[in-house]
């Protein structure tokens, strides 16, 4: 059964496994540097779709689909499945599983959404509710600017601080099969708001919110940088990111190199004009999905905190001159299942 560690932080006895994953790209995030990880990338932005929004479900599903076949499982082998995405209504998962027959729970965390879905997953999990369940979420440059910032061809001028929408989806299978690698702990946000207005700069309207739940984290485990192999953000781009260390710093925690950030993985900011780096629910989920994960099953990787943040904003609160609430959870993952799991590896 799940154990509560101080306030803020679940440790996941039973240590839940990512059974199966999957990521899918487009053909920008196919000129970057996680290009080899990745399972599928499309040079049609379109996936072969009419719009926008149906590539975006498309790629849902083909993620859903791509992950239940690397886990040997299918879709009547799922007991739940949690998707989110950007766009209002969470349309993109609606309508890319509505055919998969699956108890679904749509969420919005913003970019949050795959660290908010694996939580919840590994709840069930953990908590005998459910032997398996699927974590999914994406996001699609196109539909993200039709609904942000349309009409998309106006040209406006993207600031420095400005990140890019990843056009890609990432899905996992959690489960009770003896695998790594393993969820060990949760450490769920709370909603954080400096005030920031700016919807160009993202980074910095998430960092905060970032840096509470880490030092809660650490603060509630007794741990701190040293003990994780990779703090893995997602996604504060290089204004976050920054943003983010001063905060930690100043709260006596210093990340240095341990540190990295899902929207400065994904792309090639010296060849890419991507500004800040990356962004969009599907930034995270395809670079945990693509390169984490996996090195965390073929033993490169032993502890890796992935932190996913969201800014928690809509197109109405900001013409409202709403500020933007940020919002980030973590979770542990381990090649090894924690120690008060029985038969477990020390």
């Not at 998309?152 to 690698?181: D, F, M």
């Not at 450490?187 to 207005?197: A, L, R, S, Y």
């Amino acid at each position: 059964m799940p154990q509560r560690i101080g306030k803020y932080t679940t440790r996941l006895d039973s240590s839940p496994s990512v059974l199966g994953f999957a990521a899918i790209a487009s053909k920008k995030e196919g000129e970057g540097p996680l290009a080899p990880y990745f399972d599928v990338i499309c040079d049609d932005t379109a996936f072969g779709e009419q719009t926008w929004e149906k590539a975006e479900s498309r790629m849902q599903k083909d993620a859903v689909n791509k992950a239940l076949e690397k886990a040997g499982l299918s879709c009547a082998g799922i007991d739940y499945i949690f998707a989110g995405d950007l766009l209002n209504q969470c349309i993109s998962s609606t309508y890319g599983l509505r055919d998969l027959g699956i108890p679904f729970f749509g969420l919005f965390g913003a970019c949050s959404t795959m660290a908010e879905s694996l939580c919840l997953s590994a709840m069930l999990v953990e908590g005998g509710l459910a032997n398996t369940a699927a974590a999914v979420t994406s996001s699609h440059f196109c539909s993200a600017e039709r609904q942000f910032r349309f009409p998309l061809e106006y040209g406006g001028q993207r600031t420095p601080t400005s990140q890019w929408t990843v056009t890609g989806a990432g899905a996992a299978i959690i489960g009770r099969k003896s695998v790594p690698p393993y969820l060990r702990a949760l450490c769920i946000g709370t909603i954080e708001d400096m005030g920031v207005k700016d919807m160009n700069n993202m980074g910095a309207a998430m960092a905060p919110a970032a840096a509470a739940t880490i030092s809660r984290f650490f603060e509630d485990t007794c741990t701190g940088p040293d003990n994780y192999d990779l703090i893995l953000t997602g996604d504060l781009g290089q204004v976050g990111s920054a943003l983010l260390c001063e905060l930690l710093c100043g709260k006596g925690y210093t990340l240095g190199e341990k540190h990295n950030d899902c929207g400065l993985m994904i792309y090639d900011r010296k060849k890419q004009d991507v500004h800040a780096g990356g962004s969009g629910c599907g930034c995270s989920a395809s670079v945990l999905c693509s390169y984490v994960l996996p090195s965390i099953r073929e033993g490169k990787l032993q502890d890796v905190l992935f932190i996913a943040t969201g800014a928690l904003m809509s197109p109405t609160s900001v013409q409202q001159g709403e500020s933007i609430p940020g919002i980030a959870h973590l979770v542990h993952l381990s090649a090894l299942p924690n120690p008060q799991q029985k038969g477990a590896r020390h």
